[in-house]
């Protein structure tokens, strides 16, 4: 019903920059809250960012200040930019949003992840 692709991933040196991207398609009638979450290995998956429709944004106290997410509605995509990324930012990187997908039916929806990896 609704796919989301990530890209960006890669491997960076401490300091560096990355920019994700996870563009949503499907069948859509609308398209609300979208963020990213991450997980580490051997960690619970945790949020990471998230945007609401009307750009209004809210980040985890570990990447406040750092990452930064914003939205394109009419390409229902989605981007977090990360600077001065930490060996602790390595993770797999996943976006979600929250979709309306039929006239009373809405869902969560994952995309399948991308590998962000952050060392010298």
């Known amino acids: 019903q609704v796919q989301l692709v990530e890209s960006g991933g890669g491997l960076v040196q401490p300091g560096g920059s990355l920019r994700l991207s996870c563009a949503a398609s499907g069948s859509i009638f609308s398209t609300y809250n979208m963020g990213w979450y991450r997980q580490a290995p051997g960690k619970q998956r945790e949020f990471v960012a998230i945007?609401?429709?009307?750009?209004?944004?809210n980040y985890a106290d570990s990447v406040k200040g750092r990452f930064t997410i914003s939205r394109d509605n009419a390409k229902r995509t989605v981007w977090l930019q990360m600077n001065s990324l930490e060996p602790e930012d390595t993770a797999v990187y996943y976006c979600t949003g929250h979709f309306k997908v039929s006239f009373l039916r809405e869902n969560d929806y994952w995309g399948q992840g991308t590998q962000v990896t952050v060392s010298s």
């Open positions: 945007i609401t429709s009307g750009g209004s944004t």
